[in-house]
């Protein structure tokens, strides 16, 4: 991927990708859909090479997703486990990565609670880095996973109208998806109550609301994201009660959506507070899709960053 760090590829930001790239990673992603559709889900592509996973926070989904596509994809994976590593002896996040790169590694997976920690890994060593979400900062791959989705339910995405719902403040997602949305022609709009703004929004793309109920009729993606009160505890934020009322997704709001408006949640869900559960159930969900896509998204990623690379096209058979 055409990252600005070094000659080695890393997806660290969706800012680090062309809109040509993005298309690129859709339409492998495509190929990848049916390889994970089929009865032995595994193409040799990246057999012989090997991917760690750096995980310093809790995660379901996207550590299996990443997971399954390495393996899908014939790559030796290593699970790095902080909780029973020299971490807890007072290891350095820079002699950890550089310990795991010496072992022989291709690509390492990173997920970090602080802003900027997979840009620092890409400095430190040679392995592909890709940004698994570092703090409040971003998640390329949901955002790519997301949009791979929307595009697939509504096609073109140039004009369509993307109302991202919630802790804005506190979502990594939400910064990738404005980036990942945008460049792809579409128009985003931040729904939320000011204390769950950033402080400053210089720079997005994006029109902001702060009532829900006004713009519902208007877009085509309700996207909606979790209140994070493990990284809000110390602000005035709304009670979950509160949030609910002024910008949750029930019954009678889902109904007032265009008909074929998605609904969308990157997971892990609060229902009953940002999305009632029979909401979650309509044929418009496609919250599972999402979960789904996720698997051959990042095997395209994958791909990409240790296979052929976005300025070749030669290996792309091997997705076949």
């Known amino acids: 991927m055409n990252s600005r760090h070094n000659a080695r590829r890393h997806l660290l930001s ?9 298309e690129r990673i859709c339409d492998l ?10 009865r032995i889900p595994r193409v040799p592509a990246l057999r012989g090479r090997t991917v760690v996973w750096l995980f310093y926070e809790d995660s379901t989904r996207t550590r299996l997703s990443f997971e399954a596509a390495a393996k899908q994809l014939s790559a030796d994976t290593v699970n790095f486990s902080v909780g029973s590593s020299s971490v807890n002896k007072g290891e350095s996040l820079r002699d950890t990565v550089e310990a795991i ?17 997979p840009h620092r890994v890409a400095d430190w060593i040679d392995a592909s880095v890709i940004n698994a979400g570092d703090g409040c900062h971003e998640h390329p791959t949901q955002a790519l996973l997301d949009l791979y989705t929307a595009r697939n339910r509504l096609g073109d995405l140039s004009g369509a109208s993307v109302a991202i719902v919630g802790d804005i403040a506190h979502s990594r997602v939400a910064r990738s998806d404005v980036l990942a949305f945008t460049a792809m022609g579409a128009e985003v709009t931040l729904v939320a109550p000011r204390p769950l703004l950033p402080l400053s929004l210089e720079g997005w793309p994006v029109k902001v609301s702060h009532n829900l109920d006004e713009v519902l009729g208007e877009i085509d993606i309700c996207y909606l994201l979790r ?9 005035d934020v709304p009670s979950l009660r509160e949030f609910r009322a002024e910008y949750g997704l029930d019954s009678a709001r889902a109904n007032r959506l265009r008909d074929g408006a998605l609904i969308m949640h ?9 999305i009632d559960g029979d909401v979650v159930e309509r044929p418009n969900t496609v919250i599972t899709e999402q979960v789904a896509n996720g698997v051959a998204v990042r095997m395209a990623v994958l791909f990409l960053l240790l296979g052929s690379g976005l300025d070749t096209s030669e290996n792309e058979s091997m997705a076949a």
């Open 227 to 235: 209140m994070q009160l493990e990284r809000a505890a110390s602000l």
């Open 29 to 38: 992603t495509e190929s990848f859909a049916e390889v994970s559709r089929r």
């Open 14 to 22: 969706i800012s680090d990708l062309e809109t040509a790239d993005i």
């Open 101 to 117: 790169e010496a072992m022989g590694i291709d690509a390492i997976v990173v997920r970090h609670s602080c802003a900027g920690v």
């Open 266 to 274: 990157p997971g892990p869900m609060n229902r009953g507070v940002e």
